[in-house]
């Protein structure tokens, strides 16, 4: 043994000393068999099994399966549906709010007349002077011409809008498109999931909207910038009353800081 | 303390009299009851008879206090019963009962800081020599709290395994038995705990403070 332990194990004896003293000793040995039957007591009650034991034993089990069903979940994809849902309605909610700042829209809108025959008809409406709407020919040749005043571009509603009384010749859901209120009562509340389908780099969020006025389901696609709607197309190309639509949106009043939805708005931006 | 002797434990193993660490001392120690003792009664009998004078002083050393000291054992007791089936198959049943003694009185005095229970330990110390003033034994019982302070600041199994060697005399086999680990890694917990005391009470000790082997 080294010196640094002599001195350790002196250090230690000194400070710890075995001198218990026979007068404390005593008792104290004869406290301890009582001890022992009562800790053999406690324990014997502890390790007895309870009235429902086998309760007890499944709730290891029981455990573990919910740790690992958490750990599956956790490591799983959200519940699809109830992903989609939550997704749908804050894009719902970002889409309403960004097409009531709004100031102007120029919707395009190609589908077929009565007769069959290719129409185009522009649509333009700007916030305070109302809609303007010019219906040409596949060749561009202007067919039409139509204004309605503010009032009546934002407050009629769809259902009590007669086909002639706004736009002739306009398909039912183009005539929802006069203006962005009326985009909004298209949309709202109606949107699902769209499958998955290819979109350019900007326009990611693709949505169907369903059960509009008889239209059929539409196919919304949003700007993934904006969140507006820079096109609606009816999801059925072949199907009567088919039409497609290509949007562009202002956020300000034109000039430089136009802020604009669609096709070149990535250029218009400041 | 034999150590020697109490390592031979293997062939006492199971028999419910005169088994235990100490051989069949405890057997002849009284008449045989009339009655059968029940299982408990005979390990006590058997195993922790012989030990219970080594059980008090191990627990009064570290907590000189007869009341500290009998829950302490009486703690250590409760780890025993639940741990009867090892401490019998164990090949050193007195290391191991020394060893959880020890860590009963450690933890009790751990307890006993904690609660800031003021311990009455001038009152039950050492009788003073005639030549013993009240500094002396203030400055005894502040090195006692600086050691027992160091002592608590080690690992439980250093702390153990310090004790085990320095105060008890146990050489590393028994101390690698009551830890229930390797020789090596006994000498490694003795070390690294004599390392570390010789820092901490280098003022008290200086010449403890190396580390050579």
Known sequence: ?270 | MEWTALLQCDELTGRRRAAGPAGSGAAEAGPRPALPLTDDEAFYEGWLLPLEERMLRSAWRILRDPELARDAVQDALAVIWARRERVRAHPNPRALVLRICIDAALDARRRERRTLRTASALAFSSPARFDEGPAWIAERHERRDKVLDAIGRLPGRQAAAVLLRYLHDADYRTIAQALECSEVTARIHVMRGRARLGRWLSELAPAAAGSGP
Do not use: N, Y
């Open chain 1, 1 to 270: 043994m080294t010196r640094h332990e002599d001195e350790l194990r002196r250090l230690l004896r000194e400070a710890l000393p075995d001198d218990l003293p026979e007068e404390l000793a005593q008792p104290l040995r004869a406290s301890l068999r009582p001890a022992w039957g009562r800790a053999a007591s406690a324990g014997a009650e502890a390790t007895e099994p309870p009235a429902f034991g086998w309760v007890r034993a499944l709730l290891p089990s029981a455990a573990l399966l919910m740790v690992a069903a958490g750990a599956l979940l956790h490591a799983s994809a959200p519940p699809r549906v109830l992903a989609e849902s939550l997704s749908l309605r804050k894009m719902v909610q970002q889409v309403t709010l960004c097409l009531a700042e709004a100031v102007a829209m120029r919707c395009d809108i190609e589908a077929t007349d009565r007769d069959g025959a290719p129409r185009i008809h522009r649509i333009e409406w700007r916030s305070g002077q109302g809609t303007s709407v010019r219906t040409e020919d596949a060749g561009g040749a202007l067919l039409a011409t139509l204004h309605l005043p503010a009032e009546a571009a934002r407050s009629l509603g769809l259902a009590t809008l007669p086909p002639d009384a706004t736009a002739p010749g306009l398909p039912d859901p183009a005539r929802a498109l006069l203006s962005p209120a009326r985009v909004v009562g298209l949309l709202e509340g109606r949107w699902q999931a769209a499958p998955p389908m290819a979109a350019s780099r900007r326009e990611v969020s693709v949505f169907v909207v369903s059960g509009t006025g008889g239209s059929g389901t539409l196919r919304v696609t949003l700007d993934a910038g904006t969140s507006l709607p820079v096109s609606i197309e009816s999801a059925a190309a072949r199907q009567a009353g088919a039409f497609r639509s290509r949007c562009e949106w202002s956020l300000a009043p034109s000039g430089p800081s136009l802020v604009r939805s669609g096709p070149g708005a990535a250029e218009s931006r400041p």
